[in-house]
């Protein structure tokens, strides 16, 4: 109970910042705090934002930028006008969408990816937990072909099954791939950022990193063992997937 308390003030306390420094969110602390532990955007940076709504990363991006920088969002709720940046609404996992987002970048590679992209919750914590997960690995498959060598990528995740896999699968893509818990993070033990810098874009595979994460957990979870099934009379063996 107590701790809860000490959480519930704490993100009162980010949220009142928030507001009396022109923020839209209180999330735009966390950005501010990643930026200055680890300087994710450049001045004249091309920035994507991933899950932009209500806007506070990409007001924070827009400053970082500045005037020769180029801010393009996507989030599934429309989200207001912010200064200086380029908002669009739809789904990043939708063909479309994405074609859209080529067409608005036109040609520019981007120098930094910053997602804080959160999955509707259901509350069940598991069936969330799995669906971010998911949903990371299809932001990095959008995403990296895009990204300039040099680049960054800032992408939130919830603590869990899945975790160490999908960074095993990126980190050979970086210089640097940590976790990091900003303060104004509202419940540090389940949720948390993973920094990558230094991308390597020659270090990328065929394979997407969605297929690769997969691979890992079906081999990790036991889903692709393969078991014989008797009903054959023959010297052939007929396998199926557990
Ligand atoms: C925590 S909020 C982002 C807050 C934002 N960074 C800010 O500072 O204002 C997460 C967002 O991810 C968005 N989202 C979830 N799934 C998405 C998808 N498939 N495509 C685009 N956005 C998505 C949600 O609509 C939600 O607005």
């Known amino acids: 109970m107590a701790d809860h308390w000490v959480e519930n003030h704490k993100r009162d ?8 420094s022109g923020y839209r969110a209180r999330s735009a602390f966390k950005l501010k705090q990643i930026q200055q532990r680890w300087n994710v955007i450049r001045e004249g940076d091309v920035v994507f934002d991933v899950g ?3 806007g506070g990363w990409a007001q924070v991006a827009v400053e970082e930028a500045g005037e020769t920088g180029f801010v393009l969002g996507v989030d599934l709720q429309a989200c207001q006008p912010v200064e200086g940046a380029t908002l ?7 063909s479309h969408i994405q074609s859209k987002l080529d067409e608005l970048l036109d040609g520019r590679k981007l120098n930094s990816i910053i997602s804080d992209i959160s999955p ?15 949903l990371v690995s299809m932001v990095f498959d ?16 919830f603590q869990g099954v899945g ?7 990126v980190k050979p893509y970086f210089s640097v791939c940590k976790r990091f818990s900003p303060e104004a993070s509202r419940n540090s033990s389940s949720e948390v950022y993973l920094v ?10 065929d394979t997407s990193v969605n297929d690769l994460w997969e691979e890992m957990m079906d081999s990790k979870l036991g889903g692709n063992e393969l078991e ?15």
């Open 120 to 134: 509707h919750i259901t509350g069940k914590w598991d069936v969330d937990q799995a669906v971010a997960m998911n």
């Open 52 to 54: 932009c709504h209500p």
């Open 163 to 169: 975790v160490d896999e999908l960074i095993k699968v």
């Open 13 to 20: 306390s980010w949220r009142k910042q928030a507001k009396a």
């Open 196 to 205: 990558c810098k230094n991308f390597k874009s020659w270090k990328v595979k």
């Open 142 to 157: 959008y995403s990296l072909p895009h990204l300039s060598d040099g680049g960054s990528f800032v992408t939130k995740l």
């Open 88 to 94: 669009i609404m739809g789904d990043i996992t939708d």
């Open 228 to 242: 014989q099934v008797d009903s054959t009379p023959s010297s052939f063996k007929v396998m199926r997937k557990k």
